[in-house]
Nanobody
Framework: QVQLVESGGGLVQPGGSLKLSCAASGSSYILNAMGWYRQAPGKQRELVAR???????NYSDSVKGRFTISIDNARDTGHLQMNSLKPEDTAVYYC?????????????????WGQGTQVTVSS
């Protein structure tokens, strides 16, 4: 199974920065895309940013220009650099990875989620 471990969350003042990390691991897999989602109390889970292995990126309008997603292909580790943080960025952030996993002589789609990391922006 492909597993994701998140880190980097915490408490930061408005205008500050945080960098989230998402490390993928598994026996035999291909990482094709990684994304970050967040969910605040009373709100639906929303896509924050997504990146594919071919270099395509997508950001929600609310974070565009402030957040940057990247993937370290050599380490199968994704990062979300968050700058100019606002109180409305406060949420639990979840890492997601998609790709193919080899089991025996077959390839299967996988969609894995990290455990979530709390980001709190408050003065």
């Amino acid at each position: 199974q492909v597993q994701l471990v998140e880190s980097g969350g915490g408490l930061v003042q408005p205008g500050g920065s945080l960098k989230l990390s998402c490390a993928a691991s598994g026996s035999s897999y291909i990482l094709n895309a990684m994304g970050w989602y967040r969910q605040a109390p009373g709100k639906q889970r929303e896509l924050v940013a997504r990146s594919t292995s071919d270099g395509r990126t997508n950001y929600s309008d609310s974070v565009k220009g402030r957040f940057t997603i990247s993937i370290d292909n050599a380490r199968d580790t994704g990062h979300l650099q968050m700058n100019s943080l606002k109180p409305e960025d406060t949420a639990v952030y979840y890492c997601n990875a998609e790709g193919k996993e080899r089991v025996g002589d077959s390839l299967y789609d996988y969609n894995s989620w990290g455990q979530g990391t709390q980001v709190t922006v408050s003065s």
